[in-house]
Every structure is written in structure tokens, then in C-alpha cells.
Nanobody
Framework: QVQLVESGGGLVQAGDFLRLSCAASGSISSVNIMGWYRQDPGKEREVVATITTGGRTTYRDSVKGRFTISRDDDQKTVALKMNSLKPEDTAVYYC??????????????????WGQGTAVTVSS
């Protein structure tokens, strides 16, 4: 089992920044992927950014250049620094974790785990 606890959401104005953090505990695999999804009411959950233990990152196009994902494996945390926030970034942000194969970071092992979500609201 893996537990994920997010923090850092809030209400900000367009152009402001926020930093989300997610702390993982439990049976953490030495090879894994962590990251952030977001979901606006009435819309599907969408991936925002991911990072593997090998340091490989991905970003959705709409946040490239504005968001930065990072991780600290000693602290078992992953962070998302969000700059130049826009109203369309408003959503509940969810941290996720999935173990990966030791043979390839492209192969997920077992189930994904999710945090409870933290709300980000960007006013115009």
C-alpha cells in the first residue's frame, strides 16, 4: 500500500504562482513514476506532469514553460511549481504514484495510487 498526501492548493489571481507538494509513504518501489493529474468538474481527469526515479519528465502542452515538476527521493516527495497561472488551470490536482519495472521505466507494475486532491482556483 502507498499513501499520498497533497498540500499547497489555494486561491490565487491570474499570473500568480503556487507550489504543490505530495508526500508518499508506505511500500515505495525503488523505481517508480510520480506526478500530477487534474480534474475540473464535468471534465475528464488529465495528466499535468510526471517524473520517474530516473528523472524523465513529461508535461502536457498547455503547461510547458510554466510548470516544473521535481522530486526528492530521500524525502519521498514530489512537487509541482506552477508559475504564470491562468484561469484554465483551475481544477482539483491529484498526486499519483505507480511502481515501474526495474527493466524499463516504460512498464508500470501493479496499480496506481492517488492522493485525495488539492484544489487550485485561479481568478481572472
Amino acid at each position: 500500500q502507498v499513501q499520498l498526501v497533497e498540500s499547497g492548493g489555494g486561491l490565487v489571481q491570474a499570473g500568480d504562482f503556487l507550489r504543490l507538494s505530495c508526500a508518499a509513504s508506505g511500500s515505495i518501489s525503488s523505481v517508480n513514476i510520480m506526478g500530477w493529474y487534474r480534474q475540473d468538474p464535468g471534465k475528464e481527469r488529465e495528466v499535468v506532469a510526471t517524473i520517474t526515479t530516473g528523472g524523465r519528465t513529461t508535461y502536457r502542452d498547455s503547461v510547458k514553460g510554466r510548470f516544473t515538476i521535481s522530486r526528492d527521493d530521500d524525502q519521498k516527495t514530489v512537487a509541482l511549481k506552477m508559475n504564470s497561472l491562468k484561469p484554465e488551470d483551475t481544477a482539483v490536482y491529484y498526486c499519483f504514484y505507480n511502481a515501474l519495472s526495474t527493466l524499463s521505466e516504460s512498464i508500470a507494475i501493479g496499480r496506481a495510487y492517488w492522493g485525495q486532491g488539492t484544489a487550485v482556483t485561479v481568478s481572472s
